[in-house]
């Protein structure tokens, strides 16, 4: 039968199927809140207005051409990783907003949330910008886990990697617009030039929660709660057929019965979420944990956050240009990315990307150490020109794997009863890595000073490359033994695959599943389940 989102069924008709990705992709615009942040921070620090407006005064660095405002370490560590910390907290909120909530109207009003922080970083005064970063974070954490999960719920299984993974690419175009914003107002004298990038923002929360309150809620979340006729409805705008239809009917049938199979093992507690029972929710969870914190150690976020003042340390000129360059990079690899992601498979695109970004950036950390060197009188140009190269290649390894992948898997491993739960943990999990990072890499990176505010630090510059590479070669290490292949299988049949099956073993198990057709609510009724379809 044409089954629905996620059904276990042959996929979805070919109206169903269009309502699916209109919605679903609609709901990825999320990401651009995300992105676009992101990347205005990185070049809002460098801009003198701002620097004049918060930063400390050194008349001893005084030029022509500058000023002699400087931000400090710690200010600069602060003001950009702060806004994670702010995410940590978001993230971890998900659950309850996503479960008593819901997963459409949590978007709506972690929105709000983010408005409120985007006015407050227009004052002029420095503790209120930070209370607004963290207040900005704490909205764009909720989002980042809200929106792949209504995604993951709602998009049909034969697409739900390229649809998820339309989260990532919306976080891509939001680092280019801000890259274009920034390009365009960093030469103001006045407080417009990094008001402006950051007002911007106030459209991108409005587009987002705007259209989402038009959108219906998850079926899963609403058979979830009990509301069976809600999610009757619900569903049957999905598969643009009539609420009473039989393939409707049928649908929610498949659901119950795999929520009624995954309470009958536990109550979804934040304990069952680590027990290693029948379901693996222990492993399940600790992946998506790690998966979330690997893909920060990729060290991508050092290029988005402070790659304006990293290529000018490296003694490039127009660092603004070549910062939009990387994120051109970044976005056009995406769209190549979660179009593959479908194709290719989630195991095999992270093993790829990995050991991709571990050889560009070691090849980076090389060039940086030797001929691009910039304690010489003169500049090697050809060895710039490598630099900027292999950071771009590795941008675009990160782009077709770590960047979408991540989200797709970190949506569909866990099972109904405890996914808000165990997504906003894996969620967290990535915003506490950034953060962390985020915080100590300036102290890694930025050359020592000295005086009254000076500050000791590793001073490694392009040697942090190193650093990223061993991390790459950690992220292969993990996927090999720890994420399965689940490329085709609806979220009921992942479910299943991991009772039944090892990560080593998946794709061969989950050919099988496909080519005999096998699935999760099948399984359940031969074990004598579907008497406990009414309990739901």
């Known amino acids: 039968m044409p089954g629905g989102p996620g059904g276990s069924g042959t996929g979805v008709n ?62 600069k560590s602060l003001v950009v990783s702060i806004l994670s910390a702010g995410t940590f907290f978001g993230a971890l909120l998900a659950f309850p907003m996503a479960d008593i909530v819901g997963r459409k109207w949590g978007i709506v009003a972690s929105c709000g949330v983010f408005c409120l922080g985007v006015g407050l970083q227009l004052d002029t005064h420095w503790t209120t910008f930070v209370v607004g970063r963290v207040i900005a974070g704490f909205g764009v954490g909720l989002v980042s886990c809200l929106i792949p999960m209504y995604q993951s719920e709602c998009a049909p299984k034969s697409l739900r990697g390229m649809i998820v993974g339309l989260y990532q690419l919306a976080i891509t175009i939001g680092a280019l617009l801000a890259a274009i914003v920034l390009n365009a107002t960093k030469n103001e004298l006045s407080y417009t030039a990094w008001r402006t990038p950051i007002a911007v923002q106030f459209a991108w929360a409005a587009i987002l929660s705007g259209g989402i309150s038009l959108l219906p809620e998850s079926p899963r979340f609403l058979m979830h709660k009990g509301r069976e006729d809600e999610a009757r409805r619900a569903l049957a705008r999905f598969m643009t057929m009539p609420p009473e239809s039989p393939e409707v009917e049928l649908e929610l049938d498949e659901i119950a019965i795999a929520l009624a199979a995954d309470r009958a093992i536990g109550q979804g507690s934040y304990m069952d979420c680590f027990r290693n029972n029948e379901s693996k929710n222990g492993l399940r969870t600790w992946t998506g944990i790690w998966l979330q914190g690997w893909q920060q150690l990729t060290g991508i976020n050092f290029i988005f956050y402070y790659g304006t003042t990293f290529f000018e340390s490296a003694g490039i000129t127009n660092a603004f240009i070549i910062t939009i360059i990387a994120d051109v990079v970044n976005t056009v690899m995406t769209i190549v990315g979660v179009q593959l992601i479908d194709r290719v498979g989630r195991r095999r695109l992270l093993l790829i990307g990995a050991i991709g970004m571990c050889f560009c950036e070691f090849i980076v950390a090389i060039v940086g150490v030797t001929a691009g060197r910039t304690d010489t009188a003169a500049v090697n140009i050809p060895a710039q020109r490598v630099l900027i190269a292999f950071v771009c290649f590795y941008i675009a390894f990160y782009a077709i794997s770590w960047g979408p992948v991540v989200w797709v898997v970190t949506g569909e491993i866990f099972p109904l009863n405890i996914r808000a739960k165990a997504m906003s943990l894996s969620v967290a999990s990535n915003w506490l890595w950034n953060f962390g990072i985020g915080y100590a890499t300036p102290y890694l990176v930025d050359p020592s000073t000295t005086g009254i505010n000076g500050v000791a630090t590793a001073n490694l510059g392009v040697k942090v490359f190193f650093i990223w590479g061993s991390t790459c070669l950690g992220c292969f290490i993990f996927t090999y033994f720890f994420i399965p292949e689940v ?47 009414g309990q739901v």
């Open 14 to 75: 070919t109206g169903s199927l269009f309502w699916a990705i209109i919605m679903s992709a609609f709901a990825a615009f999320g990401g651009i809140l995300f992105g676009y942040d992101t990347g205005t921070i990185g070049g809002v620090i460098a801009m003198p207005n701002w620097l004049e407006t918060f930063g400390v005064y050194d008349p001893s660095v005084a030029t022509a051409g500058d000023l002699g405002y400087y931000l400090p370490t710690a200010h």
């Open 487 to 533: 490329k085709g299988l609806s979220l009921e049949q992942i479910d299943l695959l991991y009772r039944e099956s090892s990560v080593l073993k998946s794709d061969s198990y989950r050919r099988q599943m496909l080519e005999v057709g096998e699935t999760y609510v099948q399984k359940k009724k031969d074990e004598g389940y579907v008497e406990e379809k």
